[in-house]
C-alpha cells in the first residue's frame, strides 16, 4: 500500500523582508513629507509676498490721491519720543507719522506702530508725531489707522528726492518712494527702496516690495 503524505506550506514573509519593505516605505514617506513642507513653504512665501505688494501699492494710491488734492507743498519733520525718532508729513490736515527700518510688533526691538495715519484736530505740525510707542495709541486715536500689519516694517518713505541718503522735500511733480519689507530684521537686508531677502532657511518668512511713482498736484 502507498501512502501519499502532503505537506502543507504556507507562504508568507520573513523579518528581513519585513525589514526591507518598511524601510522603503519610510524613506518614500520621507520624500513625501519633504515635498509637502516645500510646497506649503512656497505656497507661504507668495502669500505675504503678495499681502507685501498690496500694502506697497495702497499705501502708494492713499499719497498720490492726497498730493493731488492738496494745494500745499507736503512737509517733513520729526520728533523723538520715548528715545525713537518718530518721522512726519504733513499732506493738508493728514498727518502721516513713521519709522524706518524697524519690525511693527511688540516684542522687544520693535514697537507697536509704524506707519500711522491721522488727523490732528488742532491741524498737522511736522514737529509733533503720533506716539507709535504706546501701544495703547489707537484707542484714542478714531480718526486714525495703521497703513501696514504687525510684522511688516518700512524700509523707505520719501515724497521728494534722495541726496547722500537724505529725503529732501520737492515741489510737483512729486516723487513717491515706498518700500516694505516683512520679516524679522535678520532675514532682511535693508537698503531703502532695495531692500531684499537674506538668502537661508527660512526665507518663506521674508519678503520685500518697493514701488516708485510721480504724482503731479492738480489743484
Same mark, same amino acid.
Given at each position: 500500500?502507498?501512502?501519499?503524505?502532503?505537506?502543507? #506550506?504556507?507562504?508568507?514573509?520573513?523579518?528581513?523582508?519585513?525589514?526591507?519593505?518598511?524601510?522603503?516605505?519610510?524613506?518614500?514617506?520621507?520624500?513625501?513629507?519633504?515635498?509637502?513642507?516645500?510646497?506649503?513653504?512656497?505656497?507661504?512665501?507668495? #502669500?505675504?509676498?503678495?499681502?507685501?505688494?498690496?500694502?506697497?501699492?495702497?499705501?502708494?494710491?492713499?499719497?498720490?490721491?492726497?498730493?493731488?488734492?492738496?494745494?500745499?507743498?507736503?512737509?517733513?519733520?520729526?520728533?523723538?519720543?520715548?528715545?525713537?525718532?518718530?518721522?512726519?508729513?504733513?499732506?493738508?490736515?493728514?498727518?502721516?507719522?513713521?519709522?524706518?527700518?524697524?519690525?511693527?510688533?511688540?516684542?522687544?526691538?520693535?514697537?507697536?506702530?509704524?506707519?500711522?495715519?491721522?488727523?490732528?484736530?488742532?491741524?498737522?505740525?511736522?514737529?509733533?508725531?503720533?506716539?507709535?510707542?504706546?501701544?495703547?495709541?489707537?484707542?484714542?486715536?478714531?480718526?486714525?489707522?495703521?497703513?501696514?500689519?504687525?510684522?511688516?516694517?518700512?524700509?523707505?518713505?520719501?515724497?521728494?528726492?534722495?541726496?547722500?541718503?537724505?529725503?529732501?522735500?520737492?515741489?510737483?511733480?512729486?516723487?513717491?518712494?515706498?518700500? #516694505?519689507?516683512?520679516?524679522?530684521?535678520?532675514?532682511?537686508? #535693508?537698503?531703502?527702496?532695495?531692500?531684499?531677502?537674506?538668502?537661508?532657511?527660512?526665507?518663506?518668512?521674508?519678503?520685500?516690495?518697493?514701488?516708485?511713482?510721480?504724482?503731479?498736484?492738480?489743484?
Amino acid at each position: 500500500m502507498r501512502t501519499n503524505i502532503k505537506n502543507n #506550506v504556507q507562504d508568507g514573509f520573513t523579518i528581513i523582508e519585513l525589514l526591507v519593505a518598511t524601510s522603503i516605505l519610510s524613506v518614500i514617506l520621507l520624500l513625501v513629507t519633504g515635498m509637502l513642507i516645500s510646497i506649503s513653504n512656497l505656497f507661504l512665501k507668495d #502669500v505675504n509676498q503678495s499681502k507685501i505688494q498690496d500694502t506697497v501699492r495702497s499705501i502708494s494710491d492713499e499719497l498720490s490721491n492726497q498730493l493731488q488734492l492738496t494745494a500745499d507743498q507736503p512737509q517733513l519733520g520729526s520728533q523723538v519720543i520715548a528715545g525713537v525718532r518718530i518721522n512726519t508729513y504733513c499732506i493738508g490736515p493728514n498727518r502721516y507719522s513713521f519709522v524706518l527700518d524697524t519690525q511693527m510688533g511688540t516684542n522687544t526691538g520693535q514697537i507697536p506702530h509704524v506707519l500711522w495715519r491721522d488727523t490732528p484736530k488742532t491741524g498737522c505740525d511736522p514737529s509733533r508725531a503720533a506716539h507709535l510707542t504706546r501701544p495703547g495709541f489707537p484707542s484714542n486715536q478714531p480718526n486714525g489707522a495703521d497703513l501696514i500689519s504687525t510684522g511688516s516694517q518700512l524700509t523707505d518713505f520719501c515724497i521728494g528726492t534722495f541726496n547722500s541718503g537724505t529725503c529732501l522735500p520737492a515741489a510737483s511733480p512729486y516723487t513717491v518712494s515706498i518700500g #516694505v519689507g516683512y520679516g524679522a530684521s535678520d532675514l532682511l537686508h #535693508v537698503a531703502g527702496i532695495n531692500s531684499s531677502c537674506n538668502v537661508q532657511i527660512g526665507d518663506q518668512f521674508c519678503a520685500t516690495a518697493s514701488l516708485v511713482t510721480t504724482v503731479a498736484n492738480r489743484l
